[in-house]
């Protein structure tokens, strides 16, 4: 069982021994996991509950779902990007690497994001553009609240 130390915010196990690098990795592994789980969860339940708002009350023929699922799922995939770039690399011997990666996952992140705007808005006949940009800030917002929670 892992526990965290306030102090120096150092992982301990109980025995307040020091992780080893490779239960570290581990542990990051593990976590990683969990945020990307969650993420894919907050993009399905922003699906489901878009289209069953849509369906019984707002009646728009799909195109306010389609609209909030596919700015939705541009975040999602900007975010998904970035994450696999930033965490390919542990350690602090490895902290240039992961600096730079952390530079470019921001770089590849925003290229993802306008790109999937522009083919959005001009592959996309007809479609809500407010749904697109509110559907892409409700999965920021599931990020923000979902980083909070496993601070």
Do not use: E
Request: with cysteine; net charge positive.
């Amino acid at each position: 069982m892992v526990a965290f130390c306030d102090t120096d915010l150092a992982m301990v196990t109980h025995s307040n021994t020091p992780l080893r690098a490779s239960q570290r990795k581990d542990l990051q592994r593990q976590k990683l996991k969990r945020q990307v789980r969650l993420s894919s969860t907050m993009l399905l339940c922003i699906i489901l509950i878009t289209w069953l708002i849509d369906a019984s009350v707002l009646n728009s023929k799909l195109l306010i779902t389609q609209g909030i699922t596919l700015g939705a799922f541009i975040n999602w995939l900007a975010q998904s990007i970035f994450a696999g770039l930033v965490f390919r690399y542990t350690g602090a011997q490895a902290k240039h690497s992961i600096v730079g990666q952390m530079y470019l996952g921001q770089i590849i992140k925003w290229v993802v994001v306008i790109s999937g705007f522009g083919l959005v808005f001009f592959a996309i006949k007809p479609i809500s553009a407010g749904a697109v940009i509110f559907g892409f800030i409700a999965m920021q917002m599931g990020h923000f609240i979902s980083l909070w929670k496993f601070r």
